[in-house]
């Protein structure tokens, strides 16, 4: 009984690499004959893959990757994905009951003085 081609090729290691690839080439190919990089969100697929869902996670995890991969990626001007620091509302609240909130804790803070 022999062995499957895809088997062979996930064992080895060399699918990854040439998802790699495929995905990097999906999102050259896109790239170049129509859209913008923001234009190329999850859900933008190219030959069937999702290369949007590829392209939010390599931006995401991009001081991951190799120097290699980050220096194909940087030709293609993708950078590393900002994260904006989020105040959950747990935390704003605990700074009003303290005073240091927003407008009512410079009120509360004038009224002391």
Same mark, same amino acid.
């Given at each position: 009984?022999?062995?499957?081609p895809?088997v062979?090729l996930q064992a =080895? @290691?060399t =699918?990854?690499r040439t998802? *790699?690839l495929?995905h990097h *080439?999906? &999102?050259?190919?896109l790239? %170049?004959?129509? /859209?913008l $990089?923001t234009?190329?969100?999850?859900?933008?697929t190219w030959r069937?893959?999702d290369?949007g869902r590829? *392209?939010?996670?390599?931006e995401?995890?991009?001081g991951? $990757?190799? %120097?290699e991969?980050?220096?194909? &990626?940087a030709? $293609?001007v993708?950078?590393?994905?900002v994260?904006?620091h989020k105040?959950?509302?747990q =935390?704003? /609240?605990? &700074?009003?009951r /303290?005073g240091?909130g927003?407008?009512? @804790?410079? *009120? /509360?803070? $004038?009224?002391?003085?």
């Amino acid at each position: 009984m022999s062995v499957p081609p895809a088997v062979c090729l996930q064992a =080895s @290691g060399t =699918s990854r690499r040439t998802s *790699l690839l495929r995905h990097h *080439l999906g &999102l050259k190919a896109l790239l %170049t004959e129509w /859209a913008l $990089l923001t234009d190329i969100v999850p859900g933008v697929t190219w030959r069937g893959d999702d290369i949007g869902r590829w *392209l939010t996670r390599r931006e995401r995890d991009f001081g991951r $990757l190799n %120097t290699e991969q980050q220096k194909r &990626l940087a030709e $293609l001007v993708v950078r590393p994905a900002v994260h904006a620091h989020k105040t959950s509302a747990q =935390s704003e /609240a605990r &700074l009003v009951r /303290a005073g240091c909130g927003g407008i009512h @804790g410079g *009120l /509360a803070w $004038l009224r002391r003085c």
